[in-house]
């Protein structure tokens, strides 16, 4: 197991091979070949074993902050006559042990379970249900942030879908106006020589009848001839 609170309370002593001797004449009773010890850890994992191995969440939890409230929504039920593991961390924090060396804290958290009649593995299984209810709702809070994630990078995606046509539309447009313009200025290009061409030809016929000729070949937006100064006689 990962965990590792269960080395401060828990300990199974290994069985004392028996040191009394035969008396004479009485014949040894049959040894019993002990099996192997068992160690916290096998102990532990055999009390967890009694637990549920996923919790159930019957009331939603309104603020995930509160361990009380997903201990609540888990249906964990009371510990035996109060003394939770959550109680046992306090006593083992107590200042009157905190600072003493683990067995110690571990003999005088025994012996006060001792004189409450609670047995450690009430302890156990009650620290067993807080930690699974936790890994459970924290399984339950990662598939609704997967969820989210999920939701909303689809969404994202629909929405960069939707700008990458809008910006091919609008730059399609932008060409078309631009494509436009280019057109109507060669369009005018072109009819502006012809019309220049026009002016020549009727400012030539004019230019035969009078010397101050008023037709204009050049650009409609050039200023105007400044007039001649008149001569003197």
Not at 103 to 130: F, H, P, T, W
Request: hydrophobic share 35%; no cysteine.
């Amino acid at each position: 197991m990962s965990k590792k609170w269960y080395n401060y309370i828990v300990s199974i002593d290994e069985p004392e091979a028996s040191t009394a001797s035969a008396k004479p004449g009485v014949p040894a009773p049959a040894s019993k070949t002990p099996g192997p010890a068992k160690s916290a850890a096998q102990s532990v994992a055999e009390i967890a074993a009694t637990v549920a191995s996923e919790p159930q969440f019957t009331t939603p939890v309104f603020d995930p902050t509160s361990f009380d409230e997903i201990y609540k929504a888990a249906e964990i039920p009371p510990a035996s006559k109060g003394y939770s593991i959550l109680k046992v961390s306090q006593m083992l924090e107590s200042e009157h042990i905190r600072n003493l060396p683990s067995d110690v804290k571990k003999s005088s958290v025994l012996v006060a379970l001792d004189a409450a009649g609670v047995e450690i593995k009430d302890v156990i299984q009650d620290a067993v249900r807080r930690d699974r209810a936790l890994d459970g709702y924290e399984r339950v809070q990662q598939r609704t942030a997967e969820e989210l994630e999920t939701r909303k990078t689809k969404e994202n995606a629909d929405i960069q879908t939707q700008i990458d046509k809008y910006v091919t539309e609008q730059r399609a447009k932008i060409q078309s106006n631009n494509d436009a313009i280019t057109r109507e200025k060669e369009r005018f290009t072109s009819w502006r020589l012809k019309k220049q061409q026009e002016e020549k030809k009727i400012a030539e016929a004019v230019g035969y009848f009078t010397s101050e000729n008023p037709i204009t070949t050049g650009d409609v937006n050039a200023p105007p001839p400044q007039p001649k100064a008149p001569q003197r006689s």
